[in-house]
């Protein structure tokens, strides 16, 4: 089941917790010169021979879960290890990827091509957009044949320095340019694990030190580590057992947030020592817990000395901890999925500890930032469900005005602030907008805001992300994509509206996006309800008469925003011939805060019946047939290919559920499972008769069925905190056992990762060229000269 520019723990897209929170920046990633379409080439069909291994059978351990006269019967319940180490489910998982490795052989040398061929697009020595900030630019650089990035910064030049940021500047390298410092190597970092990921890098303020927080396991508990930013010494002892929250609250002190038992963020801790140590003595700290605390830490000191600025006790909600545009203060939130408010820390008294911004209000939703002497206030409640814009003085938080007004048709999706600039990020009609307002000089009233400047953007359908910018400055930066365009970074004057892209992401081979075709189409659920499905293929190869294969991916959980971007491992499908289509179902945040509501709770059905009438739509107007239709969908969007595969099997050739929540009863009504509590307000607690049997109804576990099944491929990763391994696992063993079809269904689960599977760049483009040749095996589209078999 059961993200912020670093992926943090938690389960909304900004800031609350996604226990089912999908890979979308990681699924099929990266273009081949040596590659040529495909056309009227000779196919490998596979059967499933004689001679074809006998899958996995796990053994049958009666369990009876009895509740309000109901009774369900879990044979496989014993495949549940918390300290994933039992031998015989071990034992059995590795059963399962021996005979996914069997069952897949016969594609090897073809998922060798693709994988080849998806790395080959990739340039691998490269660097990202230089970033200014303070005397430096900041980027990371990627090298030849290496998994991992380095983090490096090159100080800017005298003469640049003195100036103010330009749109036009441009980072000065060779001869006579200031020398680069490779700060952080990961690849050195992750020599000695089979995983490893940087879920925070923060900068110190004066730029001398660096804080950031490893995982090493998966398991996305970290590990805090500081450095110096020149020599790359390590300063101080680590600091253990934290999430990826992570801030500086001045030079000197770090704030971070530690989970308890059930992996939520718990607590916020502040190390301060001496005086306000004493302070808030008052909070209750467990010695033997404090693993699990969120912390301020003052440098120099030990972590057994970190002092608890916040204790939420509150099992259904989750803290949050983010630092202001100005970086003048930083704001604790706790938040459920309905309702969020508000602390903040003046980062010059941090000893002085929180103070409250907004109060707890059941039903109110509040995101805080800061500019001048007024702090800005992003509000949402039943009544202002698109949420408004108001801001309030540092010393009356209470008296505030109203910048930008709800509105039913343009949901306020996240505000940036510069210091006379406010950037407000929005969506209508499913599309995303910037808009750009001029702010008066601090210490001016602040009114109403009108007249606006927009951004605009070229493609039908795109994604457009926040990238980190400069208060001080004039320069908004922000990353722009679309089906067929890759990552783009710009930045943008927003005093003379002048546009600069600083960085296209690089593609290698012969690709030309004027290749391809990307269109916006509307299905009609059941209710008449008109859902937005944006499509990508190649104009040359595509026939749209339903001979073409097509992947429909869905999500549709958590208000999260699946917005149509570019990935270059997606070529490969596109130049065979495919199609690709996202289905923004109900349950996801793209057509506002209402779509959401309306896809959740005892209305979760709607995801699933969108989903449906998009693949109806989508082979009535001959985008494909039953027969050529494949389906995706990871983490809660795993729980959506659970459902339309039980309700409606036969619409679908291949499948694909990526560490899938699919046990939803019996997940949901045990608490000491991760996140469980505080998705009660997502999916519903199942302690109460309504949700319970609602919930049980789509469950994917307890509706599986004797019925025939499309091709399946099931994935999960044994140290995953989000979903536990055992769900994924209990489903495949279940459709083993009920489903009457010969179809392949395999399940990989990946022993030494989590729920964003493996860590390295490469291994990353391995796995997306094994999830690729599965759905060209299960189509029958492996050439036969690359499986060495005659047809």
């Avoid at 009876?64 to 994933?84: A, C």
């Avoid at 034992?91 to 998922?111: G, R, V």
């Avoid at 060779?174 to 089979?194: C, K, S």
């Avoid at 008294?349 to 907004?358: R, W």
Wanted: net charge negative; aromatic share 10%; hydrophobic share 35%.
């Amino acid at each position: 089941m059961m993200i912020s520019t670093t992926m943090r723990f938690n389960r909304r897209i900004s800031i609350v917790g996604l226990l089912h929170f999908p890979l979308i920046l990681s699924s099929l990633s990266s273009s081949s010169s040596s590659f040529r379409p495909l056309v009227g080439a000779k196919l490998f069909r596979s059967s499933m021979a004689s001679e074809t291994p006998k899958p996995p059978a796990a053994k049958k351990v009666k369990h009876v879960m009895e509740l309000f006269g109901d009774v369900r019967v879990d044979n496989y319940y014993w495949l549940r290890d918390d300290s994933r180490s039992d031998p015989e489910v071990l034992s059995y998982l590795k059963q399962e990827n021996a005979y996914t490795d069997s069952i897949m052989s016969d594609a090897n040398k073809f998922e060798e091509e693709l994988f080849k061929e998806i790395r080959a697009r990739i340039k691998e020595d490269d660097v990202s957009a230089p970033l200014r900030k303070g005397g430096f630019y900041y980027y990371t650089r990627t090298l030849q044949g290496k998994e991992y990035v380095q983090h490096c910064r090159r100080p800017l030049p005298q003469s640049q320095a003195q100036l103010p940021p330009s749109v036009n500047d441009s980072m000065q390298t060779g001869d006579g340019a200031p020398e680069e410092r490779v700060i952080l190597d990961e690849n050195l970092m992750a020599q000695n694990y089979a995983y490893y990921s940087i879920g925070a890098y923060e900068v110190s303020p004066n730029h001398n030190l660096v804080a950031y927080a490893e995982d090493t396991k998966g398991d996305e508990i970290y590990t805090v580590r500081l450095i110096d930013a020149d020599t790359g010494a390590t300063v101080g002892k680590a600091l253990s057992g934290t999430t990826s929250y992570l801030e500086w609250a001045g030079d000197s002190h770090l704030v971070y947030i530690t989970m308890d038992e059930t992996l939520r963020p718990d607590k916020l801790i502040a190390a301060t020592g001496g005086v306000a140590k004493k302070k808030f003595a008052q909070i209750e700290i467990q010695e033997q817990n404090k693993m699990h605390l969120v912390w301020l830490h003052k440098l120099g000191t030990e972590q057994s000395s970190d002092t608890c600025l916040y204790h939420e006790k509150d099992d259904t909600f989750s803290v949050d901890l983010q630092a202001s545009d100005s970086k003048k203060f930083l704001f604790v939130a706790s938040e459920s999925k309905t309702t969020k408010f508000n602390f903040y820390l003046d980062v010059s008294k941090p000893e002085d500890g929180l103070v409250v911004l907004t109060p707890r209000v059941v039903g109110v939703d509040t995101t805080v930032n800061h500019r001048g002497n007024h702090f800005f206030i992003t509000r949402r409640s039943e009544e202002l469900f698109n949420s408004e814009v108001v801001a309030c003085p540092l010393d009356n938080v209470s008296d505030t005005t109203i910048l930008i007004p709800h509105r039913e048709s343009v949901k306020i999706q996240d505000i940036c602030l510069f210091s006379d600039h406010l950037v407000v990020y929005e969506r209508e009609d499913g599309l995303q907008k910037i808009t750009i307002y001029g702010l008066p000089d601090v210490g001016e009233p602040l009114k109403g805001l009108q007249g606006g400047r927009a951004v605009d953007f070229l493609d039908p359908t795109y994604s457009v992300d926040p990238s980190e910018s400069e208060f001080s400055s004039s320069i908004l930066r922000f990353s722009y994509s679309s089906l067929k365009t890759p990552r783009s970074v710009y930045e943008y004057d927003m005093r003379t509206g002048i546009q600069v892209l600083k960085k296209i992401e690089t593609v290698l081979g012969d690709f030309d996006s004027s290749n391809y075709v990307t269109e916006r189409k509307w299905a009609s659920a059941p209710d008449g309800v008109q859902i937005p499905v944006p499509i990508v293929y190649r104009k040359d190869l595509v026939k749209l008469d339903g001979s073409d294969p097509l992947l429909l991916y869905g999500y549709g959980s958590y208000e999260i925003c699946i917005d149509p971007s570019f990935r270059t491992s997606r070529l490969s499908l596109l130049d065979r011939g495919f199609i690709y289509a996202i289905a923004h179902i109900r349950g996801g945040g793209e057509m506002g805060r209402q779509w959401y509501e309306k896809g959740k709770l005892l209305k979760k059905k709607n995801t699933f019946t969108d989903f449906i009438a998009c693949a109806e739509y989508l082979i009535r107007e001959k985008y494909c047939s039953k027969e050529r239709l494949c389906i995706e969908g990871r983490s809660a969007g795993g729980l959506l290919i659970g459902a339309v595969l039980n309700m409606r099997p036969y619409l679908f050739k291949a499948a694909v559920a990526g560490v899938p929540f699919v046990d939803v009863v019996t997940t949901m009504l045990d608490p000491t499972i991760p996140l469980t509590t505080s998705e009660w307000e997502e999916w519903g607690d199942p302690r109460k008769e309504e949700f319970y049997f609602y919930m049980k109804s789509y469950s994917p576990v307890d509706n599986v069925n004797a019925q025939n099944y499309p091709n399946i491929l099931v994935t999960a990763g044994l140290n995953d905190p989000r979903v536990m391994y055992s769900e994924p696992a209990k489903f495949v063993a279940k459709l083993r056992e009920m489903k009457t079809d010969e179809n392949i269904l395999l399940f990989k689960c990946e022993l030494g990762a989590g729920h964003f599977s493996k860590s390295g760049r490469f291994e990353k483009l391995q796995e997306d060229a094994f999830t690729l040749a599965f759905l060209m095996k299960a189509l029958n589209m492996i050439p036969a000269k690359v499986s060495g078999k005659s047809q």
